[in-house]
């Protein structure tokens, strides 16, 4: 696994699968792969917003469970993203090799088992060790989902269908913030009860999910790289007559063969030296979108609660109704500006959003420092501020699940997750805590500047590097390593790439 290989399955074929399924009209198939795999991004947002919010509670006599609060939003917050970023990497890799379908059921899998598994904590360490495997199955999640969705839903789709579906973690966290208000209500709930509960839905919603993800299949462009082009052949011909028999029209014939020699797997050299070497420059661009959007985030949401109850007095049993306002906002930004990155394209509309974004942010911290906010209209700034925000920061998934080629998307997808993670999850909160919450105003708008210009950073470097891939089929953005001559490095029509 650790080496270059040269394994051949069978043969070298030529296959019309991608121009296939890059011409289908959008029907109720492609609803169900949307709802089957976006909607794991929701049960993110619930989780992460509701340990947030619960770390209070855990820490009152009574919870059932002996932590403290610094113990929930530190050890158990770093252990949940080093699972995260652990598990990218891990089931990445296993899902270039073994396939999308067989990897989203696993994650998943892993994930409500966990969740589950951490409603029943009684201990500090069990607490613990189940936040760092549910993180181990988000992150694979994160690998496995991404990549399936971009193969799957055509290109004219593909860019706003991938941001919304990012965008919805934050469907999640209005849902956690509001739901942890309720549960937490000790005249509703019980101390050592509510708490539980939260994670017990969790699971729930998650087998809903599992169960319509039963539905959804593999990729057929996995499939015909990896030696099973028949299996490939079947399985969009069967989603063809689905298409057809809803649309009650016939299907526009599909542009578009090419030959490709299989391979049952390629080894790390192989990825490391087509993402860093032959897509350097995309490898930079993709660093730099995820870099930016972690600290930006970490900026605003990581002293969220402190920079209200300190500055502004706002009690904290009041905060995760400020918190679902700019969650919201969040949401929001790639719901309506999704269908522009597929209209006006990805390099003006990820270089705006990003620059607008940290602009803006900016100017919050001015606005902040001068003591010209309070709590509502500092919060309505956050909200504006990520608007844009988050539809760059779901842009930079997006980016990287497309312009690298089929054979290291997952892998690809995994590094630049969970650099960005890390970024965001470690270095971040350490950098922010001590500025967040120590009270100073100055320090404050400090944090806010340093995400705001990392942020820029990225939509200038997106300005120059950005790849054009709107409407184009993701064999045309990066040639598959399997094509048969093998390609130049970065396939034509890209010269400005």
């Known amino acids: 696994m650790g080496k270059s ?23 109720r198939w492609h609803w169900t792969v949307v709802i089957g795999l976006g909607t794991v991004w929701v049960l993110d947002g619930l989780e992460v917003t509701v340990v947030g919010n619960i770390a209070g509670r855990l820490s009152e006599q009574g919870s059932g469970l002996p932590i403290t609060s610094g113990g929930v939003t530190g050890v158990a917050a770093a252990l949940y993203v080093a699972g995260a970023c652990s598990g990218a990497l891990f089931f990445g890799r296993l899902t270039d090799l073994f396939g999308r379908k067989r990897l989203f059921m696993v994650t998943l899998a892993v994930y409500l088992a966990a969740t589950a598994l951490t409603a029943f904590s009684y201990s500090s360490w069990w607490f613990f060790t189940f936040r760092f495997v549910t993180g181990f199955g988000i992150g694979g999640e994160y690998a496995a989902i991404n990549s399936a969705i971009d193969e ?16 919805s973690f934050w469907l999640g966290a209005i849902a956690g913030s509001l739901l942890s208000i309720l549960m937490l209500d000790t005249s509703i709930f019980a101390k050592a009860v509510g708490w539980r509960l939260t994670f017990g839905l969790g699971v729930v919603l998650g087998l809903v999910i599992l169960l319509v993800r039963r539905h959804v299949p593999e990729s057929p462009r996995w499939l015909f790289i990896h030696g099973r082009a028949e299996e490939a052949e079947r399985l969009v011909t069967s989603i063809e007559k689905r298409v057809i028999a809803e649309k009650g029209v016939a299907l526009p014939p599909a542009k578009g063969r090419f030959a490709i020699r299989q391979r049952e797997s390629f080894g790390f050299r192989d990825i490391a030296r087509t993402v860093f070497s032959d897509y350097r420059r995309r490898a930079i661009l993709g660093l730099a979108l995820f870099i930016g959007q972690a600290f930006l985030y970490n900026a605003i949401t990581f002293g969220f609660g402190a920079i209200l109850t300190r500055f502004f007095g706002v009690s904290t049993s009041r905060t995760g109704y400020f918190f679902a306002v700019i969650a919201v906002g969040n949401f929001l930004g790639p719901l309506f500006l999704g269908k522009l990155f597929d209209t006006l394209g990805r390099r003006i509309m990820i270089s705006s959003t990003y620059l607008l974004a940290g602009v803006l942010l900016f100017g919050t911290a001015w606005l902040f420092g001068a003591g010209h906010l309070n709590a509502i209209t500092l919060t309505a700034c956050w909200a504006v501020v990520l608007f844009f925000a988050s539809a760059g920061a ?22 630049f997750y969970a650099v960005g993670t890390a970024a965001g999850g470690i270095s971040g909160p350490l950098l922010f805590s001590a500025l967040t919450q ?27 590097l950005a790849v054009r891939a709107e409407g184009r089929s993701l064999e045309d953005i990066a040639a598959p390593l399997s094509v048969h001559p093998p390609p130049d490095p970065l396939p034509a029509p890209a010269p400005a790439e």
């Not at 779901?394 to 590094?415: G, Q």
């Not at 500047?449 to 939509?459: I, N, Y």
């Open 152 to 167: 799957l839903i055509p290109a004219v789709y593909r860019g706003r269908v991938d941001l919304i579906i990012n965008g």
């Open 438 to 464: 120590s009270g100073v105003v100055a320090d404050t708008v400090v944090a806010f500047c340093l995400g705001a210009a990392l942020m820029c950073v990225g939509g200038v470097v997106a300005a120059f």
């Open 5 to 27: 290989d040269d394994v051949t399955t069978t043969a070298t074929i030529t296959t019309s699968v991608p121009a296939r399924l890059d011409r289908l009209p959008w029907s």
């Open 394 to 415: 779901s842009s930079a998934y997006l980016t990287v699940s497309e312009i690298f080629p089929m054979e290291t998307r997952a892998m690809a997808i995994a590094f």
